[in-house]
Every structure is written in structure tokens, then in C-alpha cells.
């Protein structure tokens, strides 16, 4: 069995008799119950643990490329159980979704199937481990009547850096995690808007499957079409398309919003905030390696906010990124743009109450068209200032800055652009929610972790 070559401040004596008791290991393929599966095993490499994994059919490609890897590291399989899917129950539901007040998911997904399992194991001693971390006071473990509930995680002190660190040197983090703070279901209404943009980002067929289960109204429908992305209607690749970069670090004054809030009545404006990856080669300048659009918010306070949580997550998943948390801090920097595109092409209001959508007040088609759009005019302010740099004209990048002016002239589809920009030093901790929807996205399901 491989050593642990992390510190543990407590110690974890297994309960039971091993010849006689059962001892039940979910995994969700998420990081806490993978990072306790390995350590349980190391801790006692004797135990017959049975691993279980309930299949929502609907779970992130990366879950299940992360619990293959698990069954290798341990030498052994995992249990893989579950009839249903999530689309097919919702289907069944005619068309009722989920929501985090009406967890329907939760239960015909997970209890039903994992009640189901355990039958097999009914008159015997039965022992359940989960990963609930030390530094997790409000986090409530999934627990039966029948079976004993263990949490060495509280007992051994391990907080969430611990987890990561410890996935790092395993078997990897799962690469969702890169937009995601849990496990779960892709279009798991748990999420936050930020973590539903990654999945635009990161998996658009699965981002159009959650789409595809929103019934909108007809007039959300034409008011939310998707926009259109610079690189289709210009001759410039996709991959030479950038975000501009703030020219100071000086905040958005009101005086400088309310100005701009009143220079065009027939435009539509919104807050966007992004983040940019820096490195340098010893004695070279700094370059960006990464760059994203996190988040939307139709006020600065409320991109602010999220900025803030996006911070807090690279910073405890900062292994996801190949980095340490020290190199978040010093590498990583985030900008707030206010743009503004066309009112005839762009409206960032949240939909009607005819429409029927995952969460309350948005829905994955709104959350497209503000995304599009305002990468648009982000991308096309990138080649203004492409464009009117002065470089010599026996360079590369005076053809760079040439192809940026014949891109904006050659450009079908309204541009917009940025209006006011900041960069901004997010903070290290969030603020405490605001709404109660808030506060049930931050809380995990129990069940989610099986």
C-alpha cells in the first residue's frame, strides 16, 4: 500500500470487529470521499471496505475518469449502482426539475438505490464512513437508522487543504473542479451561476443538455438568443481573440458608473468579471497563459461578491491548476469590466415568471446570452487596442495590430465594448449570504456524497 506523506494532527482507531462488522465506503468521485478512501485504506490496508458509487447518469466525465483511477490506485473495484437517470426522472416528473427546496433528485437517485444495496448486508453490524472535513462545523453527514456513521476526517483534523494535497499526490483532482467546488450532477441546482458558466466553458453539450430541460417563454426565447462570437464573422482565429486588460488599478468610482449609466439610453449594460493567469521565464516579461470570463452580476457589488468566492476556491484547489497557493496569490488577478452591447441584440434581465428554469431568476439560455455577448465586446475592445498601438511597421506586430483594424471593419454583428474597467483584489474570504437560495447553495447535499 502506497505511504501518506502528509501530517495528520489527530488520530482514528477503526470501530467494529473486521471479522464480523461491515464497513461501507461512498464515493462520489468527488475530492473529500475520494481523498478518504485512500487514507482509509492506507490506515487499514485489512479491511474489506466496500466502495459504492450511486450513477446519476448525469455525473461530471471527470467523476467517472476520477473513481476509474481509484479502483487502479487501490488495486480494487467500486460498486457501481443506480438504475435511473436524472433526464429520464425528469421525464417521468413531466418535466418537474429538481431545485435545492425540492431535492426529488436526491432521494429516487441516491437513498432509493443505496437502501436498496444495503439490504444485502441487513442482521449484520454495519459501519458508514464519509467525508466530512474537520474545518466543515455546518456540514451535515448522510446517516441511516441501521448504520453506525463514522467521520475520521473530524477526528484526524483534515481540512480541505489537506484533501487537495493529498489528491495531488495520488491519483489527481478531478479537472471540474477547476470551475466546481463539490461533485454532483452537472446541471445540479446546487450550483452557482459562476460554476454554471465552467460548465459552458468547460463541457457545452452538457451545458445545452441542462439548457434543453428549461421550458422558456416565447418571449425569453427570442430575448436570450445566443450571440455571436468575434471569430465567426472576422478573419481572426479564435485563438487570437482576447480580453483587454484594465490600464490601472483604480476602482470604478460612482461618479465615473453614473456618468456612463447616463451616456446612451438605448444600450444595455452589465457587470463582467474575469481572471487572468500570469507567469515569466527568468528575465523575461510576464505573460498570460490563461484567461476567462468568471462571472456576471448587474451590479459592481454583486461581481465584486462573486470575484471573491472564485478567489477563495482557487486558492483551496490551487492543485488543480498545477499551482501552490502562494502562486494563486501572486500570479493570478482578476478584472471587472462594465460593458455595454446594442439593446436591440443584447438584454441581460433575468427571465419572466411564465419561464421554468433550474434556478430562480436566471435560467442556462440567459446565462449563454450575456456570456456571448459580452465576450464579444470584451474581444472586440482586445482589438481596438490591438489596432491602435503604433509598432514599427518592420515587425509582427505591426501586422498584428493591421489584422485587429481589418477585423473590427470586417465585423457583421454588432460589437459593443467596455465602458469603465478596474482591476480588482479580491478578497480571501467570502461574505456571508445574503438570501436564503445563498445560503442553500453553499450547503452540500449529504446524499450527493454516494
Known amino acids: 500500500m502506497h505511504a501518506n506523506p502528509l501530517t495528520l494532527s489527530g488520530t482514528y482507531q477503526i470501530p467494529g470487529n473486521p471479522e464480523t462488522d461491515v464497513y461501507l465506503l461512498p464515493v462520489s468521485g468527488g475530492a473529500d470521499s475520494t481523498a478518504l478512501a485512500i487514507l482509509l485504506h492506507e490506515i487499514a490496508p485489512e479491511i474489506d471496505f466496500r466502495m459504492v458509487f450511486t450513477d446519476t447518469g448525469a455525473e461530471e466525465k471527470e467523476t467517472i475518469e476520477s473513481l476509474d483511477r481509484l479502483e487502479i490506485w487501490l488495486g480494487k473495484k467500486i460498486e457501481r449502482i443506480g438504475e435511473k437517470t436524472l433526464f429520464s426522472l425528469i421525464d417521468e416528473y413531466n418535466g418537474f426539475l429538481p431545485s435545492p427546496r425540492d431535492r426529488w433528485c436526491t432521494r429516487e437517485l441516491k437513498l432509493v438505490p443505496f437502501r436498496a444495496w444495503i439490504k444485502q448486508f441487513e442482521g449484520r453490524q454495519k459501519w458508514m464512513f464519509v467525508g466530512v472535513r474537520a474545518d466543515e462545523a455546518d456540514r451535515l453527514a448522510f446517516a441511516l437508522p441501521e448504520v453506525e456513521t463514522e467521520m475520521p476526517f473530524v477526528d484526524l483534523g ?176 482578476f478584472a471587472i469590466w462594465y460593458i455595454e452591447m446594442p439593446s436591440e441584440v443584447f438584454d441581460p434581465q433575468k427571465p419572466g415568471p411564465e419561464s421554468y428554469t433550474w434556478a430562480d431568476g436566471t435560467s442556462y439560455r440567459q446565462i449563454q446570452h450575456v456570456v456571448d455577448w459580452a465576450t464579444r465586446a470584451l474581444n472586440a475592445d482586445y482589438q481596438r487596442q490591438q489596432a491602435a498601438s503604433s509598432p514599427h511597421q518592420l515587425t509582427v506586430q505591426y501586422e498584428w495590430a493591421k489584422s485587429a483594424q481589418e477585423a473590427i471593419n470586417e465585423a457583421d454583428a454588432p460589437l459593443g465594448g467596455v465602458l469603465l474597467s478596474q482591476w480588482y483584489k479580491a478578497k480571501d474570504e467570502e461574505d456571508p449570504p445574503e438570501t436564503e437560495e445563498e445560503a442553500l447553495k453553499l450547503i452540500p447535499c449529504p446524499m450527493c456524497h454516494i
Open 158 to 333: 483534515v481540512n480541505r487543504a489537506w484533501v487537495y494535497r493529498k489528491l495531488s499526490e495520488t491519483i489527481g483532482i478531478p479537472r471540474s473542479y477547476q470551475t466546481r467546488s463539490r461533485s454532483g450532477c452537472t446541471v445540479c441546482p446546487y450550483q452557482r451561476k459562476s460554476e454554471i458558466i465552467g460548465l459552458l466553458q468547460r463541457a457545452p453539450h452538457e451545458f445545452d443538455r441542462g439548457a434543453q430541460c428549461e421550458k422558456l417563454s416565447v418571449i425569453d426565447l427570442h430575448r436570450h438568443a445566443p450571440g455571436v462570437p468575434l471569430w465567426k464573422d472576422t478573419a481572426i482565429a479564435q485563438n487570437w481573440h482576447g480580453f483587454p486588460m484594465p490600464e490601472s488599478d483604480d476602482a470604478i468610482e460612482k461618479g465615473s458608473l453614473a456618468k456612463a449609466k447616463g451616456d446612451d439610453l438605448f444600450g444595455a449594460r452589465i457587470f463582467v468579471g474575469g481572471e487572468f493567469f500570469f507567469d515569466a521565464m527568468p528575465g523575461q516579461p510576464e505573460f498570460v497563459w490563461a484567461q476567462r470570463l468568471v462571472c456576471f452580476s448587474p451590479t459592481l457589488a454583486g461581481v465584486k461578491k462573486q470575484l471573491d468566492g472564485r478567489y477563495v476556491h482557487l486558492l483551496s484547489t490551487a492543485e488543480v491548476n498545477d499551482m501552490t497557493p502562494d502562486e494563486v496569490r501572486q500570479q493570478v488577478r
